[in-house]
């Protein structure tokens, strides 16, 4: 794993088909797994130890990082494959566990306190790639996206999935609407939505949560920005792009005391509608309105029929709070027949301030209707591509994990070796230069330091 000197920092075209050896060792020595493994044995008890938690665990990690459809796959290249056992402590081929025993495992990965500590070394992750890398989580998109799964194969299973407190698998079902309402596409499933933060620059996960198939987008938002908010430097978050699945009152309202600046698409419901008046103007005579999507027009009411301009946005007055919009003849330099009754004179033109707090879901502090909002909400795409990472390259959506245990143990091993690799790519010292010279910059210089 060699990126070019002027290769991205997270080159996710550098990641290797088979990962080598060296790739292997030094992505098993990245995890702080000591307390999970340390939970796992006092979970396990007195019992028979024909198969230690760190080779089972070592089995649940290579499955991803190599991989392999199934876990009798993985089993297999360890049977074959000597120095890939000796990594994680395996001494001889008769000492491969069985499949069975990895299944077991994972149902014990995936219940009691485990999946918090897996999620805890996912933070350190985290928290580590935040201090080194100076603007990740700055601009950061979510979605939510489908993962299939089983039923566990037995009553019993199911019964102590239940126990676990963790969602059974169900159907579900999403449907695409065009701009007038009809429904254009629908996907259905069976199994549960994986809800992601993620990075936009970088496309490095920051926070996952996974519901079963009926919670909302904008039901667990907060609960991801909350848990990027702690991994990451204080006040790195400077904005969230969603689409209009997480458009309402409530999300925007957390994000606007987080001081986080929301890149969301709204939701239609005006039905009839087509523009308001101006909130704040109340009891005043104004040629001022607004759309559903918080655009501001204003009226030129002076021509034989009314006519309809966009305000010129001028900025966001962050110490106000308001957005503050100029009269648009004056702004571009146009004669407008309304001019002498709206302006009155005024050299500067007529203005007018917006207080965000009217309505903070239509008057977001970068408009919609800007190509500012266009641009950096372009960067939501960046979670499609680390889904299909993750669904695709390690194959967190292959639909043949069965239990509600097994699949929340199968993802977050995918998560942490998403997030492993992450660092090892950020880590490498890059090629090129003279004579092809291995260059270490303060980014790789840093992770380093944390990881000795």
Known sequence: MRPHLTAPLFDWSALEDSPSLQTVRCLLDLFPDDALLEALRQARGRGRNDYPVHVLWGVVLLTALLRHPTTEACLGELRRNRDLRELIGIESEDKVPKPWNVSRFEE??????H?????EMFGALVERLGQA????GARTAGDATALKARTAATPAARTRDEAAGLPAPAKGRKEYKDDEGKVVKVVEWFGYKLHL???????????????????GDGETLPHLVEEAQARLPEG????????????SEAVHEMLHQADIVPL??????????????????EGQVTNL?????????????????PVRHAMAYIGHEKSRGTLKYRCPARHQGWSCPSEAVCNQGLAYGKTVRIKQELDLRRFPAIPRATQQFERLYKGRTAVERVNARLKVFWGADDGNMRGARRFHARVGAVLLVHLGLATLLASAPRTGGVLGKLHLGAVQRALRAASS
Not at 264 to 281: A, S, T, V, Y
Not at 289 to 305: I, K, L, Q
Request: glycine residues 6%; negative net charge; proline residues 7%.
């Open 108 to 113: 014990l990965l995936g219940s009691g306190p």
């Open 115 to 119: 999946p918090a500590l897996v999620r």
């Open 133 to 136: 890398v100076p603007d990740l």
């Open 197 to 215: 933060l993620v990075d936009v620059v970088h496309e490095v996960v920051l926070a996952y949560w996974i519901t079963d198939t009926k919670a």
């Open 236 to 247: 790195r978050m400077k904005n969230l792009a969603y689409d209009k699945a997480a458009d």
């Open 264 to 281: 969301i698409e709204n939701r239609r419901l005006w039905k009839e509608e087509g523009e308001r008046p101006l909130p704040g103007l």
């Open 289 to 305: 309105v607004h759309d559903e999507a918080g655009a501001v027009y204003c009226y030129d009411t002076e021509s034989p029929e």
